[in-house]
């Protein structure tokens, strides 16, 4: 089975732009997780998604949203890009909103330049 | 506020040797954590996971240690191997799932 896959896994934006950084959860798995991890740090939690209904969101502004559509997939949006933006932004899967365990991708890398 | 921390950035042992990475974290109210190995261009990926009802968990070649007392937790890894260089993740979870900020393993043969 394939795991959870992200993609694009590179980007490249300039300030101002807006992005979309998409999801695609392991087989099963209805509840997906955006993480945003700096260089030298660990994730930070953005959002969580379950059933399609935001469930959870991290101390980011509101420049950041998601969704998450009927087949479990995701979409991570960012607009007006800063350059504190510029991240490895993760992408978790699990198998529902109480199981913890969660199984990530390789991310997308985001340069905002 | 919350937070979970890493003791130490950066570990060095030598190729069979045992490894120990610790963490704190501050949420008396956490009832999971969980370990994560992140490898270069890769996300983190799950090694163990511990409840707050146990002081011990082992896997193989790993174990977790829960103090609840002093709000610390470590991992062990035994006979530590080349492909365990990596950097390593506390996370704790009381609601949303809260990370460290990563211990890096450098292994030498």
């Known amino acids: 089975d394939a795991g959870v896959t992200q993609s694009p896994t590179h980007l490249i934006k300039t300030r101002g732009q807006q992005v979309t950084l998409r999801c695609s959860p392991i087989s099963g798995h209805k509840s997906v997780s955006w993480y945003q991890q700096v260089l030298g740090q660990g994730p930070q939690f953005i959002f969580q998604?379950?059933?399609?209904?935001?469930?959870g969101r991290g101390n980011f502004p509101d420049r950041f949203s998601a969704r998450q559509f009927p087949n479990y997939s995701s979409e991570l949006n960012v607009n007006a890009l800063l350059l504190g933006d510029s991240a490895l932004y993760l992408c978790?899967?699990?198998?529902?909103?109480?199981?913890?365990?969660?199984?990530f991708g390789s991310g997308t890398q985001l340069s905002v330049l | 506020g919350e937070s979970v921390g890493l003791h130490l950035p950066t570990l060095s042992v030598q190729e069979g040797d045992n490894s120990i990475i610790n963490c704190a974290y501050s949420?008396?109210?956490?009832?999971?954590f969980i370990w994560y190995k992140q490898e270069s261009g890769k996300g983190p990926q799950f090694i163990i996971d511990?409840?707050?009802?146990?002081d011990k968990r082992q896997g193989q070649r790993v174990t977790v240690l829960l103090n609840k007392t002093v709000k610390h937790l470590s991992l062990q890894i035994a006979a530590t191997q080349p492909g365990d260089s990596a950097v390593y993740f506390c996370a704790e979870k009381g609601g949303k799932l809260i990370f460290g900020q990563g211990t890096e393993l450098s292994v030498k043969p």
């Open positions: 978790a899967s699990s198998l529902g909103l109480a199981r913890e365990k969660l199984f």
């Open positions: 998604y379950y059933e399609k209904e935001e469930r």
């Open positions: 511990i409840r707050s009802n146990m």
């Open positions: 949420n008396s109210a956490s009832d999971y």
